[in-house]
């Protein structure tokens, strides 16, 4: 036929002789594919539909039929007569990539369930049967797993008749753990997320009993109840803290306890070491470490590059710690150490997180570290005045040198080049998230004046003094230089202020020198439609965020703490003739403004079953 389109070549036209093209690709090329798909849907699934992939496979061979295949989503047909007809989208389950591939054709199936990788992330999340985790365990074989198990329940947890007798969550958790146990020499990711206390007791004799771990990496256990409602009241007994894996763990390098007691000394867990992140929270005083206990976890973690602290740390009393520096025990009698009063350096640190500490507590610490790798920093605190440990951290103090030993050998290596003056911690920053930090404004102007290298900011506006959004404004006066706070800045997220007074803010920075390149507003946030759309055409990105978005319950350690209030300050429209930037302290420069903010907050990620990342939003 003239001016036929051949279609011989096109790959979406069936060949006319009944032969499937695919089928000639050789079985090493499709394990390829299938793992390729696989890993592209783990990276980018959230976690509503990543926990699906347990109750998806029960070992069946039944084929997909076409409606299977429609993408996941079934549009409703025409109306029975009577009823209205619907335009809305009916969703439906959406088949995991791997148990998708597996019920395309007999040679599929084989070729997926032989790949092992397909099968090695498994996730329990409410009414997962246990025959369907089994067969994901049987595919895998001894290849490393991931596993996370999600118990938790929000408003149960707030049930106290559930609390006292959560009986089916207890059996659920029994039954997971008596599964998974047996293959605890190939754990490679264990995440444990549970409401109750007895539950997470019932978890911790389960890994007391489990035997080594020998390729376990990554530990994440959380206790809802007592991290969503810390302060509950402490047993009159406290438990006996456990001796997990059989004290053998020895590729462990991420830990995450939230409201988890365990043995923190060097025979029941000398698997804390080697860390490259460690993550505290919720931790009534006596289920803290010891001094010593934590001097020697980050003694000997070297690599360590994120370390968060909330509601947890060394124990106190602070009169009972060293007079300076960071041992890891305590004085030998006849015995001298040069080093033993010098900061411990923490050479590969880069994150840092503390929330819900007091500043004499974090007086206490911090000059006891030497952290000259710090380049981001997230701060959530309120329950104190932080006047004098924002100051600290602006001062040449909270950089201090190494010990003697370690910068002799550094200043060798160097060639004995002289060492670089110190000036301070935030100097050396490029990103910060101030969640509450309630602090005088001559504290707050100290700080900005030395984040010269700051280049991210996320302020929830809500939970701070007025000063730390006004500061950034350029300021003018008669006779006296422009004062132009952050110049590096570029990335902006903050809650807490309208869009009228960002965009002025944005304006005046610009018309400096000084352009945002990217801003991130809060939902919840007064914005025009008009200053939206100055947003977009003067950035480079603009967003609109939902509260939950910063603090949703994360993979890195749960919950951060609560914290209720508001905030009276804002920019104000007009000039401010109590702006003084003469760092003297006025009543208007005080700490007040709520510690407020509501919502709980997480720094440090590691998606499940991933590299480590840090993320600061």
Known sequence: MAGAIDLSSNPFVPPEDGRCLINKLPSELLVLIFTHGWAEEREGNDDEEEFEDVASDDGSERSLTVGDLQGGVRFSQSPPPGQAERTTEEKVPRLPFNVLVSHICRRWRAVAIDNTRLWSYIQFKGPSLYHQAKTYLERAKTTPLSISIDRTNHSLAEDRAAIQGNVRDLAWIRNIMGLITPHVAHWRVLQVMVSFHREMRCVLEALASAGPAPLLEDLLLYDHRVSEHYLIPPPD??????????????????????????????????????????????????ARPSFYDFAR????????????????????????????????????????????????????????????????????????????????????????????????????????????????????????????KARSLLSNLTSLTIEGVPARKAAVLDAYRQLGSLTELVLKAASLNAWWIKLLLPRTGAGEPLLLLLPRLKDLSVSGVDGARLRRLLEARAAHGAPLRTLAVCKDDYVKEEDERWFVEHLDRFELFEEDDETGRGGIIGEMMRFGGGWGGGLDDGDDDDDDDDGEDGDDGGPGGGHGGGGRSFVFSRSFGSDWTVTIR
């Open 297 to 420: 976890i980050l003694r000997s973690s070297p690599d360590l590059k994120a370390l968060s602290l909330c509601v947890s740390g060394p124990a106190e009393p602070l009169s009972g710690w060293p007079a300076s520096g960071m041992p890891d025990a305590p004085p030998v009698e006849g015995e001298v150490d040069l080093d033993a009063g010098a900061p411990l350096v923490l050479p590969k640190l880069t994150a840092l997180h503390l929330a819900g500490l007091e500043q004499s507590y974090l007086l206490g610490l911090l000059p006891r570290l030497s952290l000259p790798a710090l380049t981001c920093m997230n701060l959530d605190l309120a329950e104190d005045e932080y006047t004098d440990f924002l100051r600290y951290l602006a001062s040449p103090r909270s950089l201090p040198s190494p010990p003697a030993s370690q910068l002799a050998g550094s200043a060798s290596a160097a060639g004995a080049a002289p060492a670089t």
């Open 237 to 286: 007994r406290p438990e006996q803290p456990l001796r997990l894996f059989g004290a053998e763990a020895p590729r462990l390098t991420h830990v995450k306890l939230s409201g988890v007691y365990i043995r923190w000394d060097q025979e029941g867990s000398p698997f804390l070491a080697g860390l490259q992140d460690l993550q505290l929270a919720f931790h009534e005083p006596y």
